[in-house]
C-alpha cells in the first residue's frame, strides 16, 4: 500500500528538537513550553491562528497574515493584548533566538487565556490571552502528488462556524481527514452546503480544464493568502481563472489539480476518489503557477 502523506509533510530535521518557543513573553525550551489545562484554547478550542513562512529572513506577506489574524480576532472578541508592532517583535525576537533565517515555519497562535473554572463561557477567562508561537525549521517533501477523497463533512454556514475564521477548533476538518484516511486517500476534498467542490481539510483547491484555472466561489472556505496570490498571479499572466461553483463531474474530468497554503505553496493532485487527474502527476498549468509564486516569494522576500 502507497505510504500516506499530508500536506504538510516536510523533511526530517533535528535542529527542531531544541527549538525555543514563544509562550507569553518568554522562551521556553520545547519540553517546558506549556499552557494551563484550564486555557480556553486545551478546553474549547477558543483562539485564532496563523501560518507564517520565512524566505531569506523576510516573513512572507506578512501584512496580510497580520490582517486576518486581528480580524479574526475582532469577529470572536478577542484581545490579543498586543499591536501589530509587538507582534512583530515576538516574532523577530523567537526566530534570532532559534537562529532562523529561511526555510522556517510558524505557527502564532492566541487564545482567550487561562479560565477561573472548566465552563464555556468567555467572562470565565480573566487574565488576559496565551500567546504561543511555535516555529520549526520546515522544507516541505512530498514525494507524489496528493490523493484526495471526498467526504461527507462539510465546512460550516457563516451563522455556525464561519470557514473564513482560523479558529483553533479544528474537529470538523481533523473528522473529514479520518474518514479520507480511512477511504484510503492523504487528504480530504470537502463540499460546500450546495453540493459543490469546496476545499480540503487543510488547503485550498483548484482545478485546470482546457487551460483555464477553476476555484470556487470562496463563500464557504478559509479566506487563503495564497489562494489570493494564486488568483492574482493568473490574472497578471494571463492565465484564465475563475471564481465559480463547479462539480466533482467537473473535477473528475480536470486536467490538473492542485492545492494552495502557506506551508506547500502549490501541491500538485494526482487522484480524487480513484479517478486519476490528468496523468497523476505535476501538470504544465500548475508548474507554471508555481514558478510565478516562487517569483513572488522572490520579490517579497529579497
Not at 230 to 239: E, H, M, S, W
Request: hydrophobic fraction near 35%.
Amino acid at each position: 500500500m502507497t505510504e500516506k502523506m499530508s500536506t504538510h509533510q516536510a523533511e526530517d530535521d533535528a535542529r527542531n528538537e531544541d527549538i525555543l518557543i514563544y509562550v507569553d513573553g518568554e522562551l521556553k525550551p520545547r519540553a517546558q513550553a506549556t499552557v494551563s489545562v484550564y486555557d480556553s484554547g486545551f478546553m474549547l478550542g477558543d483562539g485564532v491562528w496563523e501560518g507564517l513562512r520565512l524566505y531569506k529572513g523576510t516573513w512572507a506577506f506578512l501584512d496580510e497574515h497580520l490582517d486576518r489574524l486581528f480580524e479574526a480576532a475582532k469577529a470572536i472578541d478577542l484581545d490579543i493584548g498586543m499591536d501589530r508592532d509587538g507582534v512583530i517583535a515576538a516574532l523577530h525576537e523567537t526566530r534570532q533566538a532559534n537562529g532562523m533565517q529561511t526555510d522556517t515555519h510558524a505557527r502564532l497562535m492566541v487564545t482567550r487565556g487561562v479560565k477561573m473554572r472548566p465552563f464555556q463561557h468567555p467572562s470565565l477567562s480573566r487574565s488576559g490571552p496565551t500567546v504561543v508561537i511555535i516555529m520549526e525549521h520546515s522544507r516541505p517533501q512530498l514525494p507524489r502528488p496528493i490523493r484526495l477523497a471526498t467526504v461527507p463533512h462539510l465546512r460550516g454556514l457563516p451563522m455556525t462556524q464561519d470557514p473564513k475564521l482560523n479558529s483553533h477548533s479544528k474537529l470538523n476538518c481533523i473528522l473529514a481527514c479520518i474518514a479520507a484516511e480511512k477511504a484510503g486517500a492523504d487528504e480530504a476534498l470537502m463540499l460546500d452546503v450546495n453540493g459543490f467542490v469546496n476545499t480540503t481539510n487543510a488547503c485550498n483547491f483548484f482545478i485546470v480544464r482546457k487551460g483555464e484555472v477553476w476555484t470556487s466561489t470562496g463563500d464557504y472556505c478559509m479566506n487563503g493568502i495564497t489562494r489570493q496570490k494564486v488568483i492574482d498571479l493568473c490574472r497578471a499572466d494571463g492565465i484564465p481563472v475563475h471564481e465559480r461553483n463547479y462539480s466533482l463531474v467537473d473535477t473528475y474530468g480536470a486536467d490538473e489539480a492542485f492545492l494552495t497554503g502557506t506551508f506547500g505553496a502549490q501541491t500538485p493532485v494526482g487522484s480524487i476518489d480513484g479517478r486519476t487527474i490528468g496523468d497523476g502527476q505535476l501538470g504544465p498549468v500548475t508548474e507554471r503557477i508555481r514558478a510565478l509564486y516562487k517569483g513572488l516569494i522572490d520579490k517579497e522576500c529579497a
